[in-house]
C-alpha cells in the first residue's frame, strides 16, 4: 500500500505559494531530487506548513524511471482553441506548493526551500494565494461544489495500486487572471448562465447552457477530478490558481481541449473574462517514492 502525499487533501489552509523550478544543470536532477526530498516542515502543530512537491512528467521519468503511468506528458505545447483563444504551455522542472494556517508560516519556510535547493535549480514562478470570502474564487462563485469529499477525492486523484506510480497524482497548475471589471459590469443572471450555476447558493442551473462552464467541464463525461483552485494576486491583478489533480492526466487534457472549444466546437463562456497565463503539469509521487530519493 502506497502513501499519498497528505498536501494534496489538506483543506482549510489561509495562505499557500506556489514555487516553480528550473533546473540549473539538466545533467544533476538526482542531486536536485535528494535536495527536495529533504525539505521538512517545522515541527509545530499551530505553526505547521503542508507541502506537495510534483515534477515535470519527463523528469520524474528520468529519476525514477517507470514510477508514473505511461504516457504522462508535460504541458509542452500550448492549446490552440476556437476563435484565437489560446491556453499557454509555461512547464517548469518542479513544484514545491506550500500551505499553513498564516502567510508568515509559509513565507519563512518558502525562503529556505529557496535557499536549499538554489545549487541546483532556480525559480521560474512564484505565486501566492489566500481565500476569498470563505469558499469563493474571485467570480463570487462557490468554488469546488462538485468536489468529491475527502472519503472519495482519493479514488479520483490517486493513480491507484498495482500499476507504475500507485498513490502519486496528476496535477495541472494553471494560472487564470480575471477580466474583473467586464465580469462585474455582467447582470448576475448573465453570470450564472456562463457558469451553470447560482451565484448564492452555488445550485446547478437545470437549463445550463452548452457554453457554460460547468457543461465544458463536466465530469460525468471527462472523469472525476479533484480541485483545490485558490485566488491569487493584488487588488488591480488578479484570479484564480487552477490546481486540479487527477489519477489520470486525459480527464485534465480533455477538459482543457473542451474549455478551448476543440471538442465539440462550444468554447468555454468563462474563458471570455478570465485569460490562462500559465500552463503546467506535475507528477506528485507517493512519499515512498519521495523518500527513496534521499
Ligand atoms: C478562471 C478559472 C476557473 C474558475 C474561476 C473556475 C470556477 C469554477 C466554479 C465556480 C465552478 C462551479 C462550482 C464547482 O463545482 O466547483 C467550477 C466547476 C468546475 N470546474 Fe472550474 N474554474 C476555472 C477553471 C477550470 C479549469 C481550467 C478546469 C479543468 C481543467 C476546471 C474544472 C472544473 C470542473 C471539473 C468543475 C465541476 C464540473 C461539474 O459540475 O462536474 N475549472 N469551476
Redesign the pocket.
Known sequence: MYTPQAGIFALGTSSHVYLEFDLLDASKCKEFASAISAIREPRTTTGGVNFVIGFRPELWGEIVPGDMPVGVEGFNKSIEGVEGFVMPATQHDALVWMSGSAYDVVFDMARSVLHDLAATAKLGEETSSWPYRHDR?L?G???????PTLLDAPTDALVPEGGPGAAGSVL?L?K?K?RTAEWEALPVEKQELI?G?TKAD?V?LEDKPEDS??AR????EFGN?F?R?MPYGNVDDH??V?V?FSAEQKR?SK??DS?AGLVNGKRDA?TRY?EPLTGSYYFVPSVESLRGLR
Not at 141 to 147: C, K, L, Q, Y
Open positions: 474564487d467570480t462563485f462557490v468554488d469546488g461544489s462538485e468536489n495541472l494553471q487564470w480575471h457558469m450555476r452555488s446547478e462552464h460547468v467541464t463536466d465530469q460525468d477530478i480541485r483552485n484570479g484564480t487552477f486540479g485534465l477538459m482543457l474549455m468563462l478570465t
